[in-house]
C-alpha cells in the first residue's frame, strides 16, 4: 500500500473517532435534557397539586411531599448543568425561568418561603390560610416568586 492511502485511512479513522465521540456527547446529552424535563414536569405538576391541596384543605402534610419533589427537580437540574452542553443550551434559550447560574437562588427562595415561613407556621399552628391573614407569609410574595421562575400558579 502507499503512503497516500495509509494517510488518506489515518485521517479518515480520525475524523470518524471524532464523529462517534460527537454522535456519544449529543446522545448522553440528549437523554439527560429529556429527563430533566420528564422530571420537572412530574414534579412541578405533584408540587402544584400539593400546594393547591395544601391551602386549600389546610392539609401541612403536603410539605414533605413539596420538598421531596423539589428535591427531585434540584438533583436532575444540577446534573444537567454539570454537563457542558446542556449548561450552554440551557444559557441560551431564553423560555427556561432557571438558568445554571440562577438555580442557587432558587433554591434559596424555595427554602425561605417554604422551609422557613410554611413550615414555621405548619409547625405552630396548621392553618395557612391565618399564616396569609397574620401576614407571616404573603400572597404577593408567593405570586412574585412563582412569576420570576415562571412557575404557573
Not at 30 to 43: D, G, K, L, M
Request: proline share 2%.
Amino acid at each position: 500500500m502507499n503512503k497516500s492511502g495509509s494517510v488518506f485511512l489515518k485521517i479518515l479513522m480520525v475524523v470518524g473517532i471524532i464523529l462517534l465521540v460527537l454522535v456519544v456527547i449529543i446522545g448522553v446529552s440528549a437523554y439527560q435534557a429529556s429527563r430533566v424535563v420528564r422530571v420537572i414536569t412530574e414534579e412541578g405538576s405533584k408540587i402544584e397539586i400539593s400546594s393547591r391541596l395544601m391551602a386549600e384543605q389546610k392539609d401541612c402534610t403536603k410539605i414533605a411531599e413539596i420538598e421531596e419533589s423539589m428535591q427531585k427537580i434540584e438533583k436532575e437540574a444540577v446534573i444537567a448543568c454539570k454537563n457542558p452542553v446542556l449548561n450552554l443550551v440551557i444559557g441560551k434559550v431564553g423560555t427556561i425561568p432557571i438558568k445554571c447560574e440562577t438555580l442557587p437562588e432558587f433554591k434559596e427562595d424555595f427554602q425561605r418561603v417554604f422551609a422557613t415561613n410554611v413550615k414555621l407556621y405548619c409547625d405552630s399552628s396548621g392553618k395557612i390560610n391565618e399564616s396569609i391573614i397574620n401576614g407571616s407569609i404573603s400572597r404577593e410574595e408567593l405570586m412574585a416568586l412563582a412569576q420570576k421562575y415562571g412557575i404557573k400558579v
